[in-house]
């Protein structure tokens, strides 16, 4: 059975850090292209990093390209969002995916004061 378990968010002030991880089992990450994405306060639903199962397949979305990185952990079989130099628009709540996965997890919410 497909589950992932996003943890990490919470509350962070303009320009810190938080390290978000999905925790994911039923296939190995390693061999999915898995995603994060956010979905902010009254907006839709936004891919923001993307790794492949080559380990320079990693794509962003301009708004967090140089503040945030994505990487795998193999053997934790884990996602891991490292996002710095935090902005109050980077509030929302946020997902990991496969991308051949049809349905969401709970999510993760960050809020980033200013």
């Known amino acids: 059975q497909v589950q992932l378990v996003e943890s990490g968010g919470g509350l962070v002030q303009h320009g810190g850090s938080l390290r978000l991880s999905c925790a994911v089992s039923?296939?190995?990450?390693?061999?999915?292209?898995m995603e994060w994405w956010r979905q902010a306060p009254g907006r839709v639903r936004e891919l923001i990093a993307s790794?492949?199962?080559?380990?320079?397949?990693?794509n962003y979305a301009d708004s967090v390209k140089g503040r945030f990185t994505i990487s795998r952990d193999n053997a934790k079989n884990t996602v891991d969002l490292q996002m710095n130099s935090l902005k109050p628009e980077d509030t929302a709540v946020y997902y990991c995916?496969?991308?051949?996965?049809?349905?969401w997890g709970e999510g993760t919410r960050v809020t980033v004061s200013s």
């Open positions: 039923g296939f190995a990450v390693s061999r999915a292209v």
């Open positions: 790794i492949g199962t080559h380990v320079l397949s990693v």
């Open positions: 995916k496969a991308d051949f996965m049809a349905f």
